[in-house]
């Protein structure tokens, strides 16, 4: 078997929970063969490089052989080369520093106190 569909091959290799989800990240451009995007009914061969990028992370992948049938996880290096630099990959260990502030519902637009004290907590946060 020498070509497979990229959303059947993206699924056997474990990168997407199902092929419905790596049709979607192909339709929504989010995997690229060489420097153009693939659409879900692309055909991979030996060799290709993958671009996929799943949330901040952006993996590499290149096909070893083609496979249509989903294979279990100590299998797949005999299909698919990972080839994500180190900084991606530590993208996924990065801590998430996200500061929410929150008014109570229908309290209505900041006053310009409100406004002060919201610039003045941003700047010290800054330092």
Not at 89 to 118: I, Q, S, W
Request: charged content about 35%; some cysteine.
């Amino acid at each position: 078997m020498a070509e497979v569909r990229i959303d059947k091959y993206l699924w056997a290799i474990r990168v997407f929970k199902t092929r419905t989800e790596a049709a979607e990240a192909c339709k929504g451009g989010k995997v690229k063969v060489g420097e153009g995007n693939a659409k879900p009914s692309r055909t991979v061969q030996e060799g290709d490089v993958i671009h996929v990028r799943k949330g901040a992370v952006n993996y590499v992948y290149k096909v070893i052989q083609p496979i249509e049938n989903r294979v279990g996880a100590k299998l797949v290096e005999n299909f698919a080369l990972n080839l994500t630099p180190e900084e991606e990959l530590e993208k996924l260990h990065a801590p998430v520093e996200t500061f929410f502030l929150t008014r109570d519902r229908g309290a209505g637009r900041p006053t310009k106190k409100d406004r002060r004290d919201l610039e003045r907590l941003w700047d010290g946060l800054e330092d």
